[in-house]
């Protein structure tokens, strides 16, 4: 039973991320687009655990890989891992098992301190994991320079720091609503 649940909530969260592609990119042009796709890697990290949202984001990219265009903009297939987005794209698992991982490792369960804890999580893993990998992307793809590569994905961090601000809303109406979900423990 207990494996069919996890099953469960990592094929949701899948799920979560392709909606969170329907929302349209903002297309910049150095190659990387705006997305709200991110704060599915947060919200999995936050409310799944490292190892569930981890295995999520895995299942998420491998059905992209396969051709579903389930990325912002319906793109797909295995060419979005030859583009200059492709250090963020594979940087979404382990940004949300960084994610998971600190989120189970700070302490509080409060709904405020749950709420803390998330902001700092997504910090963490959705923002620092996932642009460092980024801007290793952009240099060896796109051929930036590293301060090229640091200028460009800076242009993302407002944006990400709003999404961290949006998981640790959303983690806190949860633990006010479901006094009783396990954030980041749930067998992962």
Request: with cysteine; proline share 5%.
């Amino acid at each position: 039973m207990q494996r069919s649940h996890s099953l469960a909530l990592a094929s949701l969260f899948a799920a979560l991320m392709a909606v969170l592609g329907l929302i349209p990119k903002i297309d910049l042009a150095f190659g990387v687009p705006i997305t709200l796709q991110t704060l599915g890697v947060m919200l999995a990290g936050c409310l799944l655990g490292p190892r569930l949202a981890f295995q999520a984001l895995v299942l998420f990219l491998a059905a992209v890989a396969i051709g579903l265009p389930l990325l912002s903009g319906g793109r797909g297939g295995f060419g979005v891992f030859l583009t200059p987005s492709a250090g963020y794209l594979l940087a979404w698992p382990v940004g949300a098992f960084v994610t998971g991982w600190f989120m189970r490792a700070l302490s509080g369960d409060t709904p405020h301190r749950i709420a803390i804890k998330a902001g700092i999580a997504s910090l963490a893993g959705g923002l620092v994991v996932v642009h460092a990998s980024g801007v290793i992307g952009l240099m060896k793809i796109a051929g930036m320079t590293a301060t090229q590569a640091l200028v460009a994905t800076s242009t993302f961090v407002p944006g990400d720091l709003v999404k961290c601000v949006l998981c640790a809303l959303v983690c806190h109406t949860v633990a006010r609503g479901l006094p009783d979900w396990r954030f980041a423990k749930t067998s992962g």
